[in-house]
Structure formats: C-alpha cells, structure tokens
C-alpha cells in the first residue's frame, strides 16, 4: 500500500522490520512499532551495539527514552527513539506465566532476556520527540489496540471474515453490509450488557 506523506503506521512486534520501516520514512510517513527485545539489530546513537536488555534491567523509570538506530542489511541504520513503559507488578508477572505456559507446552525454555522484556511494553518510533513525547506515542500505540480488540469484537458480534469474493464489485458490499449491521448492533449489545451469537 503507497505511502502517504505525513502519515503514522502503527503496527505490532510483527511489523519491527527496519527495511521496511527505512521505506515508509523515505516516502514520508513516520512508524510508531512495538518491539521485542531479539527481532531487530539494535543500536545506540553512535551506531554502536546497544544493550536493549541491560537498559531494561537497570531502568527504574515508568517509563524510559532513548535515541537508537535500527541495522539495515544494506545501507545506513535507521534512527529511531526507542520508548520502553514498565509493565505494572501484576501485569508483569502475567505476561511470564504465560510465556513460560507456551515454552512448556511446547517442550522450550523461556531464554532471561525474553522474561526481563515481558515486564514492558517496548516501541520505537520516528515521530519527532518535540512534537510527539513519550507519552503521546504510548497513547498512540494503545489506540491501535483498541482498533483491534473492536475489529475482533466486531468478528465474533457480526460473523466478520473475508469477503466471499475477491472482486472489488461484490467485497465491497459484502464489507459495507457487515459494518451497516455493526452500527446497527452495537448500541444495542451495549445496552444489554452481552453479545449476540
């Protein structure tokens, strides 16, 4: 999908892919993505091996900022800002659990780093530290997320899923019928309290 100047991606850990983060930024656009600690090669400012895990462990902010850059397989890294929010105790400990239910279930184990990460909620970002501070960019990333818990609450309210065509001419009515009945729907399981089958 083409890039529009001056538009915010704001995508999940699957999306933490500097080549493609590198071309939505040279088209213009600006990315707010949440990370993890092992799927990009992290660097300091200086373009040296930054230390994504020994800043997490000594940090004892709620939240912590720092300027990295993202190596590229080819070409200059790209700079970001890397925004690190503590996780409550709570919810913390939650996001352990079940990581290492999934290990378990599946005969691994969960590696120190991974349980250290799980205790924040780690994004990088593009946007201008001026314009958009730390905690802009958290609300940014939490609004994406309740786009998508609507999306699936929309899913199982309405039976939402692919289109039964591929052709634009009978998708894009079947699309437009489905959220005519999820406007129509909504206010009424919200008023009782449940959700239709």
Same mark, same amino acid.
């Given at each position: 999908?083409?890039?529009?100047?001056?538009?915010?991606?704001?995508?999940?850990?699957?999306?933490?892919?500097?080549?493609?983060?590198?071309?939505?930024?040279?088209?213009?656009?600006?990315?707010?993505?949440?990370?993890?600690?092992? #799927?990009?090669?992290?660097?300091?400012?200086?373009?040296? @091996?930054?230390?994504? &895990?020994?800043?997490?462990?000594?940090? /004892? *902010? =709620?939240?912590?900022?720092?300027?990295?850059?993202?190596?590229?397989?080819?070409?200059?890294?790209?700079?970001?800002?890397?925004?690190?929010?503590?996780?409550?105790?709570?919810?913390?400990?939650?996001?352990?659990?079940?990581?290492?239910?999934?290990?378990?279930?599946?005969? #691994?184990?969960?590696?120190?780093?991974?349980?250290?990460? @799980?205790?924040?909620? &780690?994004?990088?970002?593009?946007?201008? /530290? *001026? =314009?958009?501070?730390?905690?802009?960019?958290?609300?940014?990333?939490?609004?994406?997320?309740?786009?998508?818990?609507?999306?699936?609450?929309?899913?199982?309210?309405?039976?939402?899923?692919?289109?039964?065509?591929?052709?634009?001419?009978?998708?894009?009515?079947?699309?437009?019928?489905?959220?005519?009945?999820?406007?129509?729907?909504?206010?009424?399981?919200?008023?009782?309290?449940?959700?239709?089958?």
């Amino acid at each position: 999908m083409p890039v529009v100047a001056g538009e915010i991606r704001i995508g999940d850990r699957v999306y933490l892919q500097a080549e493609r983060i590198a071309k939505v930024m040279a088209q213009g656009g600006d990315v707010v993505v949440r990370a993890s600690w092992k #799927n990009a090669r992290w660097l300091d400012a200086n373009g040296e @091996a930054f230390d994504l &895990i020994g800043h997490l462990e000594s940090c /004892r *902010e =709620e939240v912590f900022e720092t300027p990295v850059r993202l190596g590229l397989k080819q070409g200059a890294s790209v700079k970001m800002r890397l925004i690190a929010l503590r996780k409550s105790e709570p919810a913390a400990q939650e996001a352990r659990r079940k990581l290492n239910k999934e290990a378990k279930a599946k005969g #691994n184990k969960v590696q120190p780093q991974t349980l250290i990460a @799980a205790g924040f909620v &780690i994004l990088v970002t593009s946007l201008d /530290r *001026e =314009e958009f501070p730390a905690g802009t960019v958290l609300k940014l990333y939490r609004m994406r997320w309740r786009i998508e818990l609507a999306f699936k609450r929309l899913k199982s309210l309405i039976g939402l899923r692919a289109p039964p065509a591929k052709d634009p001419r009978i998708a894009k009515p079947w699309i437009l019928a489905h959220f005519l009945i999820a406007l129509v729907t909504e206010p009424l399981s919200q008023e009782l309290g449940v959700s239709p089958p």
